[in-house]
């Protein structure tokens, strides 16, 4: 194998829509996925920042091979450019590829950890992930806030939002769960189900969350777990 991370050629790019934006993905997207999964059961996992406030991503993370993170970029510099409407002039920014494993049972979640996120509300920050689990592990979901009637939140919405939800969040407490369909604060517009080697491209300023199954077991085993690497990238 030249090249364990290669992206399989021609790469299969699919979009679907939700809400009001749009959700890109790539079914079979590296010729040799077990390989990442094989190097995340030899990688060293920490738990994110901010887990001992009970905040940010729900699990620990590990560094993922610097051959994928080329790969990746190389693809999605031009791909995510042409399909978000990226001025070309717009300089790219990166953060680290991260194995991600969700691993916090969900009594043990805190308030913000129960609702759905958004990631940065800069007009140009994209959100990749690459499911290295099947649909039994859940899938990425996509809501409205319903008392703004917001889907995505912006440098115009960010501080309007933020109060309002950690109001709602102080007032009436999500169940300690993993979010998954609507409720009184959230409607649920739509689902990227987790296909292993599916990748998925959206906005990070979309308010989205995990959708974990509650009859799969959190295993901190990456090649039983809810596996996923995550990136990010800004122009």
């Not at 950690?166 to 769960?177: D, K, L, N, V």
């Amino acid at each position: 194998m030249n090249d364990p991370y290669s992206i399989r050629m021609p790469p299969d790019i699919r979009s679907v829509r939700v809400g009001e934006h749009q959700v890109v993905f790539i079914d079979d997207f590296l010729a040799h996925p077990e390989a990442l999964v094989e190097a995340a059961a030899q990688a060293r996992f920490e738990p994110c920042a901010g887990a001992d406030e009970r905040k940010g991503y729900p699990g620990v993370r590990a560094a993922v091979p610097a051959g994928y993170s080329e790969n990746l970029t190389e693809l999605l510099d031009p791909l995510i450019r042409l399909n978000f409407g990226v001025p070309p002039e717009l300089a790219l920014r990166k953060s680290p590829c991260n194995f991600s494993l969700t691993t916090v049972a969900p009594q043990d979640l805190g308030p913000l950890q129960r609702v759905p996120h958004f990631d940065a509300s800069t007009p140009h920050f994209m959100a990749v992930l690459l499911y290295l689990c099947d649909e039994r592990q859940g899938g990425t979901a996509f809501y409205r806030h319903k008392a703004s009637g917001l889907q995505q939140i912006t440098a115009d919405t960010r501080d309007c939002y933020g109060e309002m939800i950690y109001a709602q969040t102080e007032r009436c407490p999500a169940p300690p769960r993993y979010f998954t369909d609507s409720n009184d604060c959230f409607e649920l517009l739509g689902m990227m189900p987790a296909r292993f080697n599916r990748l998925v491209i959206y906005r990070g300023s979309l308010l989205h969350s995990a959708i974990v199954n509650p009859q799969q077991v959190l295993s901190s085993d990456p090649r039983l777990g809810r596996l996923t690497i995550n990136t990010f990238y800004d122009f």
